[in-house]
T-cell receptor, first 114, second 111 residues
């Protein structure tokens, strides 16, 4: 069966520090991968998606970047965190790009920037 | 992207049916209707999706209006574990996975 893991689950970082969140999918190959963010009290916002290794599309301009060094690994990074980067970050995957499957989310990483 | 409108909150009693409405008057012919739910401090969970016909699965039923401008998620017997935020989302073509989550409906289930 397929599983998705994110880490760390929780982190508190000072403004200006770097960030690295990692997401790994197991049990499938060539998944489409997504990073979403949920600010406090708000809906989810799509940040990045990837349809293959090294292929990253950004949905909104921001202080973050994403990379996909391996087929089932998706990394969210920042060189210098801002207060506004605080939120609940969720990695997700789909089997394919058609509207026939479901989107599977990880457990989430809660980031607090102080 | 076509937009959906949902009530901010709804309440139900345990073991009673729950009907969660969603309006999507600007839906296009290729848009699928998806429902997800999110428990506190967890990632969203897929519930159901459909295009034109009503759909049933082990979690819920989805009733789609004939003109597709509205739909209703039906939980046949609410349990306390069904208390969550329910999102109605439209996604079409190859944009699946690139979902636009609104505020959703906060469902409270009373024992």
């Amino acid at each position: 069966s397929q599983t998705i893991h994110q880490w760390p689950a929780t982190l508190v970082q000072p403004v200006g520090s770097p960030l690295s969140l990692e997401c790994t999918v197991e049990g499938t190959s060539n998944p489409n991968l997504y990073w979403y963010r949920q600010a406090a009290g708000r809906g989810l916002q799509l940040l990045f998606y990837s349809v293959g290794i090294g292929q990253i599309s950004s949905e909104v301009p921001q202080n973050l970047s994403a990379s996909r060094p391996q087929d089932r690994q998706f990394i969210l990074s920042s060189k210098k965190l801002l207060l506004s980067d605080s939120g609940f970050y969720l990695c997700a995957w789909t089997r394919d790009s058609a509207n026939t499957g479901e989107l599977f989310f990880g457990e989430g990483s809660r980031l607090t920037v102080l | 992207d076509a937009k959906t409108t949902q009530p901010n909150s709804m309440e139900s009693n345990e073991e009673e049916p729950v009907h969660l409405p969603c309006n999507h008057s600007t839906i296009s012919g290729t848009d699928y209707i998806h429902w997800y739910r999110q428990l506190p401090s967890q990632g969203p969970e897929y519930v159901i999706h459909g295009l034109t016909s009503n759909v049933n699965n082990r979690m819920a039923s989805l009733a789609i209006a004939e003109d597709r401008k509205s739909s209703t998620l039906i939980l046949h017997r609410a349990t306390l574990r069904d208390a969550a935020v329910y999102y109605c989302i439209l996604a079409g073509g190859t944009s699946y996975g690139k979902l636009t989550f609104g505020q959703g409906t906060i469902l409270t289930v009373h024992p």
